[in-house]
Structure formats: C-alpha cells, structure tokens
C-alpha cells in the first residue's frame, strides 16, 4: 500500500497544537516570513489548528481561584500517583476488573481536577473498535479511556513526557513518527493489526487539538485501517461547557500552550462540565473507502446528541 493512497491533500492551516494523537496526510507548504534564529524542526504533512492560547482561550485567572487550584493540582498528582504505584498490580488482573479498575481511575483524575462530565450514548461492541474523536484538550484522553480503555494513538514526542509518558507506554500506546511520511503505511499496518487482535484503538483524526470553537477535517488514513481490518467506528464527540451551559475554551491545549499553563487553567476554572456524546457505531463493511468512511464519522459529530445528566 503506497502512502499516497493514504494521505489526502489540504490547504495548510496556520498555527498549531499538541496533536496529542494524529495520523495526518500530506499538504503543500505555504512559504512564511520567519524571524531570524533556528529553523524548527517541521513537516510539509503535520496538520495544524489556527487556534492559539492567546487568542482563543478565555482566561480564569484570579487571586479567588489560586487557593482553590492548588487543592486541585494537589489531587491531580495525588491520583496519578496512586495509579502509577498500582500500574504494576493491574497488569496481573483479568480483563474486565482491569478495564473496571482504568475507568474509574481516569474519571478520578478528571474529577480531581475539578470537572464534572456528563456522557450520553452506548459504548461499542467488545473486541476490534475505532474509536475516533474530535480533539480538544489533555482532558480528552481519561475522558475516552473513562469509557472505553483502549490502545491511543499518539506522537513519539509522548513517550518523553515526565510520568505521563510511562504510563502512556505502559498502556500499550501506538506511537506515530509525525515527521516521516514513508512510514504512514507502516502506522497503518501496526493499527490494523491491533484491531484484528481485539483490539480497541482511539484516534484524533483532525491531527491538531482545537479550541472547541471550531473543528479540523478528519483525515482519513486511520479509516484504512478499520477499512482493512474489518471492524466498525465509532465516532464520539467531546465539548467543554460551564454549568450554566455556555462554552468553555478554558480546558484547550492549542497552539504553543504549554501543559502547566493548561493544567492551571482547568483547575483554577469553575464549574467545568465534560460532555462525551457517544455516536452510533459505524458497522464494519457500511462504506467501502476511507473517504465515504471518514466522512460518515465526522459527519455523525455534527448531529447533536440527547441530553444526559451530569455525572458529580
């Protein structure tokens, strides 16, 4: 399978994200005027977002708020703490009480940081699943594993990450060179194969986190792999809202936001609700290419979901 049937060509969009799971396809550079000093390292194929923390993310800074983050911040890092000294023990158990066990531990950390989440829909069937959401924040990751653990998707720069790292590489990550275009058909190969073994994977086909204002296309090379493995998609849309109901960009991880500066963010916010709508499952052998696939999947994002209660 050549990379070119893999990859689909867009307009290159300015700025950028973490990207915390992306498998992009090629655009055309656009040349830009650029301060004198290093190059940075880029591809003519990595996705970008034209959201950036400065102007796309509203600010909940406050003298009120530091005591009330800090508390947060504190049982942020208390949970991941807990779930880093147990990773060893739930390696040994069988795979429901440890699916049990990586749920709960997930909505505990989105919790700790002071968000509440409210999900509506029914998870995918058990065994080989794609699992494909727009991408927003950090928050997204526990959010998904929250309901269904699965293998993520993620870039190689993760697994340097202090702790999150580990854990990423110890919850069976598929780790994706952004930079080498000749090895998109590999990465798709590697996904394949772990969804013919049962496998449920997660993916962020847009290639670059948003604000939540506004949304990326979906590329479509991680289609292929549901498309040749024979399983279905699930697609699954994530929001950010106060309790009042408008929303919230204060949870975005864009542009040259740095983890802390988002961290803070989101705990020293009030009343943060996490909305995870569940879409319904796109059957295997429904659509014959990844386009009409891909399409299907974001498509089924912009139909508005049922309300649901929120979960405390």
Partial sequence: MSASRLAVIRRPRLGGGPGVA????????????????????????????????????????????????????????????????????????????????????????????????????????????????NHISWLDIPLLAAVRPARMLAKTEVRGWPVAGALAARGGTLFIERDRLR???????????????????????????????AQGHFRRAVFQAALDAGVPVQPVRLRYRLTGGAASTAPAFVGDDSLLASLWRVASARGLVAEVELRPVLAAGAHTDRRALADAAQGGLRRACPPADAHP
Avoid: K, Q
Wanted: aromatic share 4%; net charge positive.
């Fill in 22 to 133: 992306v498998l992009p396809g090629p655009v055309p550079t656009v040349p830009r005027l650029v301060a004198p000093g290093p190059a940075p390292r880029t591809s003519a194929w990595l996705p970008t977002a034209p959201c950036s923390p400065h102007g796309c993310v509203e600010s909940t800074t406050s003298w009120a708020a530091v005591p009330r983050a800090v508390l947060r911040l504190a049982a942020v890092l208390l949970v991941v703490l807990v779930g880093v000294l147990l990773t060893p023990f739930a390696a040994r158990m069988r795979a429901v009480p440890r699916d049990r066990w990586i749920r709960r531990w997930c909505l505990a950390v989105v919790r700790a940081a002071g968000v509440r989440t409210r999900i509506t829909g029914a998870a995918g069937p058990t065994g080989g699943l794609l699992i494909v959401a």
């Fill in 183 to 213: 090895a998109l058909p590999a990465t798709v190969d590697r996904i394949a194969r772990a969804l013919r073994g049962g496998a449920a994977v997660v993916a962020f086909p847009e290639g670059s986190t948003w604000c939540g204002r």
